[in-house]
């Protein structure tokens, strides 16, 4: 099988995405999945919605959505920064064509995709574009037998932005297990159990680390990266932003 990366949860974080493929192509990587959420929250959605035009894959997220329509469900922060996001889309400053290739590009993004065993979505299985699955899911016996249920095998989610890797553990359907990276030496091996890898976020992880995280596969084994960025930068260009609340840029120095 092939090597790839996968990443979610950008969040037009520009210097952390950059600093991630930096890191792909180290490693000779050239095929990278993403699991949506390239916008939200950041100060350079044009700029990392055009680095997505080259990937091998990009689904739908929940924030990519609301871009396109109004946002539903969000908070005050996160909807100012979704308008102010549409705004910079549709501003006369960027180029016709560089306008309608982004909003067709974000059109055109499907909500799932399935490639041999594996399943690629933004939420969950059950809802691939905003069901959270959270660590103490697993004490959420019905709900992860739904959740399994749709799935064949082996599946890759965001959204949470919290990484690790979720097992079905028993013949009981809803009994499941959830790993953290540090648990698990940053590797995991699909062994044919069902099994949900969480990739962590690029642009704004919610572990307490505030470094940009991915994963790359290789066969049937997953690794966890973490990347340092230049977090300052980000911020800055935050704060210099009306439409874009302070704490985005301070709760990235502490990964929250």
């Given at each position: ?10 969040h ?53 959505m609301?871009?396109?329509f ?47 065993d594996?399943l ?75 099994t ?47 439409d ?13």
């Open positions: 099988m092939s090597t790839f990366a996968v990443i979610s949860d950008v037009a974080n520009l210097e952390a995405l950059d600093a991630v493929l930096a890191d792909v192509a180290r490693r000779g990587i050239v095929s990278v999945y993403c699991l949506g959420d390239v916008l939200g929250y950041g100060p350079n959605p044009c700029e990392c919605l055009d680095r997505a035009l080259d990937w091998h894959l990009t689904v739908l997220g929940n924030h990519d609301a871009a396109m109004d946002p539903d469900g969000f908070g005050a922060s996160a909807e100012r920064a979704i308008f102010w996001h549409r705004a910079r889309l549709e501003s006369a400053d960027e180029p016709r064509a560089a306008r309608e290739r982004r909003w067709n590009f974000l059109a055109e993004r499907p909500r799932s995709h399935r490639a041999g594996f690629f979505v933004h939420g969950s299985p059950r809802n691939p574009l905003n069901e959270y699955l959270f660590p103490e899911d697993v004490y959420n016996q019905r709900k992860m037998a739904r959740v399994g249920d749709l799935m064949e095998r082996y599946c890759f989610c965001g959204h949470t932005h919290v990484p690790g890797a979720f097992v079905q553990t028993g013949d009981d359907a809803g009994a499941w297990e959830f790993f953290a990276p540090t648990e698990v030496h940053d590797f995991w091996r699909f062994d044919g159990r069902k949900i890898i969480n990739v962590g976020s690029v642009g704004q992880p919610r572990d307490q680390d505030w470094r940009a995280c991915y994963v790359t596969v290789e066969g049937w084994d997953v690794n966890w990266h973490r990347v340092p960025y230049d977090v300052e930068a980000t911020a800055a260009k935050i704060y210099a932003v009306p874009l609340d302070n704490f985005l840029g301070d709760r990235l120095r502490e990964g929250r």
